[in-house]
């Protein structure tokens, strides 16, 4: 008898092959580095920059959350993942603020100016700070924003202290060591001239809220520096 030679269907050979090249894949599929997920599209730095411009503009009170989603292009949860909730992100904004200013500020309290030309850049760089916002000229964020919120909380309320204390401080030293230059006579009193200088930086900050035409806050920042330096001050 002859027996016929059945011939294997078309495509039989490939078939038996797909389980051991699915396997194949398999192992590369999982040998591969795995995909991150979406990277954040957002500087924290940037963010806080923003919520501190509106929490500046408006207040604590009036601030809301959807503003702040606004300002920074976050959502309410990404928002209370970064930074937590409305009041922690205005700490945090504030917190921003003051190393803001004291970043721009150092510089010159530990420069070696004649004493009315430092004063001269301290407060000129405090009235270009004061008179600044796309919505017209908003003060100090310490003055303006942050004394309100300080008579309820705490926390925000150690913080303007604290912000305070500093600037008294760094002026403390300026004259201190101007004393001892000469520029300052030695009765002269670092400390209380330091609550002077303070109390004219919040000066500048309030009139400047009220929309003070610019001279006039240099001219008040003028007044100051020669009471506390002599009449004699050069400009």
Not at 16 to 25: D, G, I, N
Not at 72 to 81: E, I, K, Q, V
Not at 85 to 101: L, S, T
Request: charged share 25%; aromatic share 8%; net charge positive.
């Amino acid at each position: 008898m002859v027996q016929k030679r059945v011939s294997s269907p078309p495509g039989a050979g490939a078939k038996a092959s797909q389980p051991a090249a699915v396997s194949r894949a398999a192992v590369a599929d999982a040998d591969a580095p795995k995909k991150r997920g979406r990277p954040r599209r957002y500087e924290p730095e940037a963010a806080l920059a923003r919520a501190m411009d509106v929490f500046w503009r408006d207040g604590f009170a009036a601030t809301t959350l959807d503003a702040i989603s606004a300002a920074t292009g976050m959502n309410r949860p990404s928002l209370y993942a970064a930074f937590g909730d409305k009041r922690e992100i205005y700490v945090k904004a504030y917190e921003h603020y003051r190393g803001r200013a004291r970043q721009r500020m150092s510089a010159f309290f530990a420069s070696e100016l004649p004493l009315p030309a430092l004063l001269r850049h301290v407060y000129g760089i405090a009235i270009d700070m004061y008179v600044s916002g796309e919505d017209g000229p908003r003060g100090c964020f310490s003055v303006m924003a942050a004394t309100s919120e300080a008579v309820f909380d705490p926390a925000i309320r150690e913080l303007a202290v604290a912000g305070l204390t500093e600037m008294d401080r760094a002026f403390a030293r300026v004259f201190k060591l101007a004393q001892g230059k000469g520029e300052l006579p030695a009765s002269a009193d670092p400390a209380k001239l330091a609550q002077m200088a303070t109390a004219t930086i919040h000066t500048l900050a309030v009139r400047a809220r009220l929309r003070a035409p610019r001279k006039e806050l240099e001219a008040i920042a003028d007044a100051a520096i020669d009471l506390i330096c002599g009449s004699s001050a050069a400009r």
